[in-house]
């Protein structure tokens, strides 16, 4: 087996394990942590890794959907993240799905920018679901909890310019910016001046 059917493997194993309480995420973790910095450098890759953490987070965050963001006010993390952090046997399985969004919003931030042809290819294997990885979850990486280190506070920083980033892209996606002679028109200069904005 070559290095990609491995990747396909591992994800495709992942995704099996329909919930966080699965036994078989116990054995997985340590394959997908082991094979992430190869994940990271494959955006197709990266992209079904992503889906598959933020689907899997999403539930943590279900009593956030009735709380208003816009408060300004620092919001606390929801009580079934805290449970699952407090827990053993939960707490090694949320930190590496909340590593392996944060390695990919670091290493690769293509994964996670808006995409909006989707694949109408039914295989899983070769396609590329629509939208963002991060439209499943209401809270950007940089805010997820992370395991101590002393330079949290630099990789959050970091977290967030890519997150800015990967923003910029998808607003740049969503009004269909690519091709080369739209740069040269009006069409292309209004794109720039969103995009700046």
Known sequence: MDRSEWLIWVLEAC???K???DGSWKALIP????YLPDIAQSEFFARRLAYLATRRLSVLFQDYEQLN????NPIPPPSALIEHLNC??????????VSALQVITLECPTALVYNGNP???ADVRTSVPGGSPLDLICVSPSALPMPPRANNPIIRAQL???EEQIRARSRAVEVKWSCEEWQHSSDGNSIVIIIET
């Open 15 to 17: 995704e099996r394990a």
């Open 19 to 21: 919930t966080l309480e």
């Open 31 to 34: 394959v997908l942590l082991s």
């Open 69 to 72: 963001f816009s408060s300004g």
């Open 88 to 97: 053993p046997a939960h707490r090694t399985t949320v930190l590496a799905l």
């Open 119 to 121: 694949s109408s290819n």
């Open 160 to 162: 967030r310019l890519a």
